[in-house]
C-alpha cells in the first residue's frame, strides 16, 4: 500500500528492521537533531522519562561482558558475546520513571517505548538501518549495572544502527509485503455489563 499523498505516513508504512547493518553510522551529532523530533512522542504531564546511552567501541565489549556474566559464561581467552558487536553502534533506551501521583510507571514506559518507536522511524527514514533489540537478560544486575541505571530504571533495549547494503536496500524497496488487515485490529465496547443511570 502507497501513501503517496503523505510521505509521513509512507515512511511508516514502509519501515522495516534491519537486522543485519553495516559499520557506518550516524554521528553523535545527527542522532541529536533526529531525536530533537523525537522529543513530541505523547508524554503525560510531559515528565520526560527516558533516556538513551550510546554504546560504541569498547562500550559493546562491556557490554558482552555484561551479557555473559548475567548468563554465567565463561568463554576462552580472546573470545567475546559476538551479539553487542552486530553493529557499530548501540543506543540503549531508558525508561526513568518519575515519581508523580497522576502519571502511573506504566504510562511512562509507554512514552520511553513511543520515543524508541519514533527514533527507530526518524533512523529509518534518515537512511540508516535499524534493529530493535532485548533479551531475557536485559535487566540483569550485570547488564544494569554497566549501563548505570538507577534502582528505579528499565533497559528497554537497545537500538542497532549501521548503513544498509544497497543491494539489501533495493530488496526492501522492491518488498510486495502486504499489510496486516487493520479491521481485525479495530473493535468496539461490549454491550453487555454497560453502565446505566
Same mark, same amino acid.
Given at each position: 500500500?502507497?501513501?503517496?499523498?503523505?510521505?509521513?505516513?509512507?515512511?511508516?508504512?514502509?519501515?522495516?528492521?534491519?537486522?543485519?547493518?553495516?559499520?557506518?553510522?550516524?554521528?553523535?551529532?545527527?542522532?541529536?537533531? %533526529?531525536?530533537?523530533?523525537?522529543?513530541?512522542?505523547?508524554?503525560?504531564?510531559?515528565?520526560?522519562?527516558?533516556?538513551?546511552?550510546?554504546?560504541?567501541?569498547?562500550?559493546? !565489549?562491556?557490554?558482552?561482558?555484561?551479557?555473559d556474566a548475567a548468563q554465567g559464561i565463561e568463554r576462552e581467552s580472546g573470545?567475546?558475546?559476538?551479539?553487542?558487536?552486530?553493529?557499530?553502534?548501540?543506543?540503549?533506551?531508558?525508561? #526513568?520513571?518519575?515519581?508523580?501521583?497522576?502519571?502511573?510507571?506504566?504510562?511512562?514506559?509507554?512514552t520511553a517505548a513511543g520515543v524508541g518507536h519514533l527514533l527507530e522511524l526518524?533512523?529509518?527514514?534518515?537512511?540508516?538501518?535499524?534493529?530493535?533489540?532485548?533479551?531475557?537478560?536485559?535487566?540483569?544486575?550485570?547488564v544494569r549495572e554497566a549501563h548505570g541505571l538507577a534502582d528505579s530504571e %528499565? !533497559?528497554?533495549?537497545? !537500538?542497532?544502527?549501521?548503513?544498509?547494503?544497497?543491494?539489501?536496500?533495493?530488496?526492501?524497496?522492491? #518488498?510486495?509485503?502486504?499489510?496486516?488487515?487493520?479491521?481485525?485490529?479495530?473493535?468496539?465496547?461490549?454491550?453487555?455489563?454497560?453502565?446505566?443511570?
Amino acid at each position: 500500500m502507497k501513501f503517496l499523498d503523505d510521505p509521513v505516513l509512507d515512511a511508516i508504512a514502509h519501515r522495516r528492521s534491519v537486522s543485519k547493518v553495516g559499520p557506518n553510522t550516524p554521528s553523535d551529532e545527527e542522532i541529536a537533531t %533526529l531525536l530533537a523530533a523525537v522529543t513530541h512522542v505523547a508524554d503525560h504531564k510531559a515528565l520526560r522519562p527516558w533516556r538513551l546511552i550510546l554504546l560504541r567501541g569498547e562500550d559493546r !565489549l562491556t557490554l558482552a561482558r555484561a551479557l555473559d556474566a548475567a548468563q554465567g559464561i565463561e568463554r576462552e581467552s580472546g573470545e567475546v558475546n559476538p551479539k553487542p558487536f552486530r553493529a557499530e553502534l548501540l543506543i540503549a533506551l531508558v525508561a #526513568s520513571p518519575v515519581e508523580h501521583e497522576k502519571v502511573p510507571t506504566w504510562e511512562q514506559h509507554a512514552t520511553a517505548a513511543g520515543v524508541g518507536h519514533l527514533l527507530e522511524l526518524a533512523l529509518w527514514q534518515a537512511g540508516w538501518g535499524v534493529m530493535w533489540r532485548t533479551g531475557t537478560f536485559a535487566n540483569a544486575q550485570q547488564v544494569r549495572e554497566a549501563h548505570g541505571l538507577a534502582d528505579s530504571e %528499565l !533497559l528497554m533495549g537497545w !537500538l542497532y544502527v549501521g548503513d544498509i547494503d544497497s543491494a539489501h536496500r533495493q530488496r526492501l524497496g522492491e #518488498s510486495n509485503r502486504p499489510p496486516l488487515d487493520p479491521i481485525r485490529f479495530i473493535g468496539r465496547m461490549p454491550r453487555k455489563g454497560r453502565f446505566t443511570s
